[in-house]
T-cell receptor
């Protein structure tokens, strides 16, 4: 079946450090891939997405590339800020029986220190 | 741009009480989804509605029910509340099976 494996946290970085959060998936067919972010006490916000192989999603300095050959969608940011402290969820979306389904990773908590 | 609206944002109930959560999807979105997120966990899909009909069902307890009304808003009714029902409840909406947009969530605390 479809699944998402996300690197475990917590991840602690200093401001301006480089961030990578690994996400790999297993899926049949051609799913779409997403990164959602959840700031403390808030809801889930779509950070970026990619709908087909080799697509690169980007937003707010974050990037992720849909790699079919390695079944990965790693999240990267060149220089993190304290305001990036949040929980990041990788998710896979596909359609089954005319229903759109979302498979979530377990989330990676990021803490950025000044 | 309009977003998904959920109310209330916070709710405190006692065990065995009933709670009703409301969700107002983005205008013209035809599908509503409900999720439950326990502390430190990923969201768990509960149920979805397409054009006011139940379209998919996940791990929704029998004590919970939901419906979507003619104006497309949806309500999640939770009865005989248990301590373990304390969680964040998210509503999401989408149009024609495109990506889901999430509301801010309702934090339910059962004491």
């Amino acid at each position: 079946g479809n699944s998402v494996t996300q690197m475990e946290g917590p991840v602690t970085l200093s401001e301006e450090a480089f961030l990578t959060i690994n996400c790999t998936y297993t899926a049949t067919g051609y799913p779409s891939l997403f990164w959602y972010v959840q700031y403390p006490g808030e809801g889930l916000q779509l950070l970026l997405k990619a709908t087909k192989a080799d697509d690169k999603g980007s937003n707010k300095g974050f990037e992720a590339t849909y790699r079919k050959e390695t079944t990965s969608f790693h999240l990267e940011k060149g220089s993190v800020q304290v305001s990036d402290s949040a929980v990041y969820f990788c998710a896979l979306s596909y359609v089954k029986n005319s229903n759109r389904k979302l498979i979530w990773g377990l989330g990676t908590s990021l803490a950025v220190n000044p | 741009a309009a977003g998904v609206i959920q109310s209330p944002r916070h709710l405190i109930k006692e065990k065995r009480e009933t709670a009703t959560l409301k969700c107002y999807p983005i205008p013209r979105h035809d599908t509503v989804y409900w999720y439950q997120q326990g502390p430190g966990q990923d969201p768990q899909f509960l149920i979805s509605f397409y054009e006011k009909m139940q379209s998919d069902k996940g791990s929704i307890p029998d004590r919970f029910s939901a419906q979507q009304f003619s104006d497309y808003h949806s309500e999640l009714n939770m009865s005989s509340l248990e301590l373990g029902d304390s969680a964040l409840y998210f509503c999401a909406s989408s149009f024609r099976l495109v990506e889901q947009y999430f509301g801010p969530g309702t934090r339910l605390t059962v004491t």
